[in-house]
């Protein structure tokens, strides 16, 4: 592996460190299933139709959203994809049930650098000048509210984008 991927794989680590640390805590948890973090208006195709802040268990496949700030991750800003936006969600999959496994969750993460991000850029990560983070379930969530869902994004390190970077081969 070069040293460019390397350090963009350590990268991408600390980024779904911060997610993922955002998701855990009984407080955090508590506003997501009680009285916070409704949906945005979307189309018949799921796609989101107006900006929004939505709860992060709201966040779909396919969707654009702004960056999240700070270390708690309960809500997050999403936007039509075809407005400018600092990341998308390009591919999840769930994990299977069993005690909630730490190392076991970052060595199927990898998938999100794997074959998933080049069938959707278009050319393997390593190749690639974008970035990838992840959101996991933490330990709560993976007890609590049975989340098993992982959810990958891609973003350009360049800056935001707009429209999808589905097919960009960069």
Not at 64 to 84: A, E, L, N, Q
Not at 151 to 156: A, E, M, P, T
């Amino acid at each position: 592996m070069n040293d460019r991927a390397l350090l963009r794989r350590i990268a991408v680590g600390g980024s779904a460190l911060v997610l993922a640390a955002g998701l855990s805590g009984c407080s955090v948890i508590s506003s997501v299933l009680g009285n916070g973090g409704g949906d945005a208006p979307r189309d018949d195709k799921s796609q989101v139709t107006q900006s929004s802040s939505i709860g992060i268990f709201n966040l779909k496949l396919g969707d654009c959203k702004m960056s999240d700030s700070g270390t708690t991750v309960s809500d997050t800003d999403v936007v039509p994809c075809d407005k400018p936006h600092d990341e998308e969600v390009f591919y999840e999959f769930k994990l299977p049930d069993g005690e909630y496994d730490s190392a076991a969750i970052d060595k199927e993460v990898e998938k999100c650098a794997g074959d998933a991000f080049t069938t959707f850029i278009g050319i393997a990560y390593d190749n690639s000048t974008l970035d990838v983070a992840y959101m996991t379930p933490t330990k709560d969530t993976w007890e609590e509210m049975n989340d098993r869902l992982v959810q990958c994004i891609v973003s350009d390190p360049a800056g935001q984008t707009t429209g999808s970077l589905k097919g960009s081969a960069r």
